[in-house]
C-alpha cells in the first residue's frame, strides 16, 4: 500500500513549535473530522479525514490511531483510500457483534460505514468496508455503495448505531440543510425512515456531521432524553462553522424536537470545536457517552500556522445532560476522568480574597497546564486569567467573566500568531444563565489551544491559540472590586506523546 508510515520513520519528535502535548495529532499532514470512533477488543479507535500528501485539504483517506486510556494515541497505517468510488469522507464504525452483515466468517468484527465523496460527478452516497484484525486491515464491501439519494449533492457523514427497542441499525446522515434517518437489519439494506431539521435550529452552511444518541438527565436513567448534534459550515454562534444541538425523542422512526423550532441550541462558544462525534460500542459498565471533535473552523483551517502537521483534535469530553434552575434541559460536557492522570506538580491556593492589586499566580510559568478554580464574586466587574502570558511578547489569552452582564469569554486578539487569517483574532462570549454568586473555571492550555469548561460544563469555549513557546507567564486578574477565591488548583501537564519523543 502506498502512503503506509511505520512507526519507525518518525517524521516528528512532537517538539515543534505548537505542537500539543496533550491532543491527538497526525504526525504530518493535514487532519480534520474524527471518524469511525468505537471501543473494541480493549482498545478506542480514532479514525480522522486525512490528507497524506499535504497540508491542505485534499483527496480524503482515513488516517488511524488507536489507545488504551484515549489520551496516549499510537498511529497506524491509513486506514481507508480513495477508489473508483472517490475520496473517502467522513463516517462512522460499529462492531457488528451478531455478524447481521453476514461479512465476517467468524463471530464479529468492525463495520466502517462512510461517504464515498465522487469530486467529478458531485455525488455522494454511503459505503461499506469491514475488518475481522482489529481494524488493522480494511476490505471495501463489494457491493458499494449501500445507499445512494438522487436529489441530495450533500448528502454524508453517516453516523450509526443499534437501536435496542426497534432491534435494527439506524443511520442519521446529513442532507443538504437537514438529516435524514434511516433503517437496517444488515447494514446492507437500507430503509428511509423520516427526515429531520428542514426548519429547525441554524441553517447559515450546510450540515454535517450528525449524531444521535440518548442520555439519562441528571444521570437518572428513568428519564432518557435523545441529543441529536449536528454541525453547520457556516454562521455558526462565534462566526464560521460549528456545532448545534436538538434535545427530544426519538422513537426508532422520528426525532421530535422537544424545543421550538426557532431555537438554536450550541455545543461550543469558541471558534475551534467542529465535527464532534461520540465513541461507539462503549461498555455498558462504563456507562459514558464520549466525544471529541476537530479544533478548528473551515474559515481558516487550511491557513494555520502549523508545520508539518495542520490540526488536533479537542480532548475527548463527557457528555450529560442537567437540568438547569429555570427547568431547561442543557448539554453539559466535561473533561473525561482519565486526564487527571496527565497532572504533575501542583499549586493549591484556597480561601483568598483577592482585588486588582494582587497577582496570585504571579511566581508561576507553564504552557501545557490545566486549572481548576471556584470564584466567589463580591464586588469585582471582571475577574478570570490570563494565560500563555509574555510582557516581551506583547502576549495572552484572556478567560474571563464580566459580571454586570454574566458574560463568559475568550479573548484572543493578543493571544500570538493571528496573522495567516483576518478572521482569526476576536472574543468569543456568551451569557451564563442562572445563579451567579459563584463561577467555576475549568480549563486545559496547551501549546496552541485553550478549551474552557465553566460551571461544570455548562458553557464550553474552545479556541485556538499561537503563542511564543517561553509566553508561559499568567494571571488571575480581578477588575473592579474584590473576589473570593474559594479554591485554585494548578496542574503542570504531561505530554501524551512520550512513547513518540523518548522523553519523559
Ligand atoms: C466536515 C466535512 C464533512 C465531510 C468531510 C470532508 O468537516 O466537510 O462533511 O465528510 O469534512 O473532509
Known amino acids: 500500500m502506498p502512503n503506509v508510515k511505520r512507526p519507525t520513520d518518525r517524521v516528528s519528535d512532537y517538539t515543534e513549535k505548537y505542537r500539543p502535548q496533550f491532543h491527538f495529532t497526525p504526525e504530518e499532514n493535514w487532519m480534520n473530522d474524527p471518524n469511525g470512533l468505537v471501543y473494541y477488543a480493549g482498545e478506542y479507535h480514532l479514525f480522522y479525514q486525512y490528507h497524506p500528501n499535504g497540508r491542505k485539504w485534499g483527496p480524503m483517506h482515513w488516517g488511524h490511531a488507536v489507545s488504551q486510556d484515549l489520551l496516549r494515541w499510537e498511529h497506524l497505517p491509513i486506514a481507508l483510500e480513495p477508489d473508483e468510488y472517490g475520496m473517502i469522507f467522513s463516517g462512522s464504525v460499529v462492531v457488528d457483534w451478531e455478524n447481521t452483515s453476514g461479512l465476517f466468517t467468524g463471530g464479529e468484527g468492525l463495520v466502517a460505514i462512510f461517504t464515498h465523496h465522487d469530486e467529478q460527478l458531485g455525488i455522494q452516497s454511503q459505503s461499506l468496508a469491514y475488518s475481522q484484525d482489529k481494524g488493522r486491515t480494511w476490505q471495501k464491501y463489494d457491493g458499494n455503495p449501500v445507499l445512494t439519494n438522487g436529489e441530495e449533492k450533500d448528502f454524508r457523514d453517516p453516523k450509526v448505531f443499534w437501536h435496542d427497542d426497534t432491534n435494527k441499525w439506524v443511520m442519521v446522515v446529513a442532507a443538504g440543510q437537514k438529516v435524514m434517518l434511516y433503517g437496517s437489519k444488515n447494514l446492507i439494506e437500507w430503509d428511509y425512515l423520516s427526515e429531520f431539521g428542514s426548519t429547525d435550529g441554524a441553517h447559515g452552511g450546510v450540515w454535517e456531521c450528525p449524531d444521535l444518541f440518548p442520555l439519562p438527565v441528571d444521570g437518572n436513567h428513568a428519564k432518557k432524553k435523545w441529543v441529536l448534534q449536528v454541525d453547520l459550515g457556516a454562521g455558526a454562534i462565534a462566526g464560521g462553522s460549528g456545532g448545534q444541538y436538538f434535545i427530544g425523542e426519538f422513537d426508532g422512526v422520528s426525532f421530535t424536537n422537544d424545543r421550538p423550532a426557532s ?10 470545536f467542529y465535527a464532534a462525534q461520540s465513541f461507539s460500542d462503549l461498555p455498558s459498565a462504563d ?28 480532548i475527548p469530553r463527557e457528555v450529560g445532560l442537567r437540568e438547569t434552575v429555570n427547568g431547561d434541559i442543557t448539554l453539559v460536557q466535561q473533561p473525561i476522568a482519565e486526564l487527571r492522570t496527565l497532572r504533575q506538580s501542583k499549586l493549591v491556593i484556597e480561601n483568598e480574597m483577592v482585588d486588582e492589586t494582587v497577582n496570585v499566580l504571579a511566581n508561576q510559568a507553564e504552557n501545557v497546564f490545566e486549572i481548576v478554580a471556584t470564584v466567589e464574586n463580591l464586588t469585582a466587574s471582571e475577574f478570570g486569567f490570563n494565560v500563555r502570558k509574555s510582557s516581551g511578547h506583547d502576549q495572552g489569552t484572556i478567560i474571563g467573566y464580566r459580571t454586570n452582564d ?14 495567516f487569517h483576518q478572521a482569526f483574532k476576536g472574543r468569543h462570549s456568551i451569557q451564563v444563565k442562572g445563579e451567579t454568586g459563584c463561577v467555576t473555571f475549568h480549563i486545559f492550555v496547551d501549546k496552541s489551544s485553550v478549551e474552557l469548561f465553566l460551571n461544570d460544563g455548562e458553557v464550553v469555549i474552545t479556541d485556538l491559540i499561537f503563542p511564543e513557546d517561553d509566553s508561559k507567564a499568567m494571571e488571575f486578574y480581578v477588575k473592579g472590586g474584590e473576589v473570593r477565591l474559594v479554591s485554585l488548583e494548578l496542574y503542570a501537564l504531561q505530554s501524551t506523546w512520550e512513547h513518540v519523543t523518548g522523553r519523559k
Not at 407 to 415: G, L, M, T, W, Y
Open 263 to 272: 431555537e438554536t441550541l450550541w455545543v461550543d462558544y469558541g471558534r475551534d
Open 287 to 314: 456507562g459514558r457517552r464520549i466525544w471529541l471533535a476537530w479544533m478548528s473552523d473551515w474559515t481558516y483551517a487550511n491557513e494555520l500556522p502549523t508545520n508539518p502537521w495542520r490540526s488536533a483534535m479537542s
Open 406 to 419: 454574566q458574560q463568559v469569554f475568550v479573548d484572543r486578539e493578543h493571544s500570538g500568531e493571528s496573522e
